[in-house]
């Protein structure tokens, strides 16, 4: 099984330019996550979809978008990118709230 | 709201030395996730522990939950190469909660 895959794997981007980050589950998860994680900072939440048809924000959902495309399928947009956006991008999903969360193997976005 | 603070931040081992580290929340723990993370790729879930006293292990490594000291610890024993990374640790800031605030990391090299 593939788990959660994130595409693409590596992105530069010019400040204002937009961008779609792609992730994938094929577990059947009812819920999925999207993380950002920098240095000294940790993992924080940016938003999760607790089931199809419903988002909600995290800790840093500032300048960032989301849609639950399907069951499947959860991306997040950046509309005009800054370079304190730049980080490591983590997709995850879980079947429910009692299980643990499985992750991708991360987008790494440098924006200049 | 929660935070995990884990603790060493890093450590250096002699291959074959047991060790352990811990991981303290500032409010009450609902389930905590032992994750390790290799350079450059995703989190891989290590084990869940929902239960004050529960205690699971999985191959050489131990993990113990203790709700009223609000803390959990992860001990390896006759540590590897393979055990190097970093590992960090999740917790629910309440029970039943979609999400997950997570430690900052503790990064181990194992010198063999």
């Known amino acids: 099984n593939a788990g959660v895959t994130q595409t693409p794997k590596f992105q530069v981007l010019k400040t204002g330019q937009s961008m779609t980050l792609q992730c994938a589950q094929d577990?059947?998860?009812?819920?999925m996550y999207w993380y950002r994680q920098d240095p000294g900072m940790g993992l924080r939440l940016i938003y999760y979809?607790?089931?199809?048809?419903?988002?909600d924000k995290g800790e840093v959902p500032n300048g960032y978008n989301v849609s639950r495309l399907n069951k499947r399928e959860f991306s997040l947009r950046l509309e005009s990118a800054a370079p304190s956006q730049t980080s490591v991008y983590f997709c995850?999903?879980?079947?429910?709230?009692?299980?643990?969360?499985?992750f991708g193997d991360g987008t790494r976005l440098s924006i200049l | 709201s929660q935070e995990l603070e884990q603790s060493p931040q890093s450590l250096i081992v002699q291959e074959g030395k047991n060790l352990t580290i811990n991981c303290t929340s500032s409010?009450?723990?609902?389930?905590l996730y032992w994750y390790k993370q290799k350079y450059g790729e995703g989190l891989i879930f290590l084990m869940m522990?929902?239960?004050?006293?529960e205690e699971k292990s999985h191959e050489k490594i131990t993990a113990k939950l203790d709700e009223k000291k609000q803390q959990s610890s992860l001990h390896i024993t006759a540590s590897q190469p393979s055990h190097a990374g970093i590992y960090l640790c999740g917790a629910a800031p309440q029970g039943g909660s979609e999400k997950l605030v997570f430690g900052k990391g503790m990064k181990l090299t194992v010198n063999p």
């Open positions: 979809s607790a089931s199809e048809g419903t988002t």
């Open positions: 995850a999903s879980r079947r429910d709230r009692n299980q643990p969360q499985h």
């Open positions: 522990l929902q239960k004050g006293g």
């Open positions: 409010k009450t723990l609902y389930g």
């Open positions: 577990m059947n998860h009812n819920s």
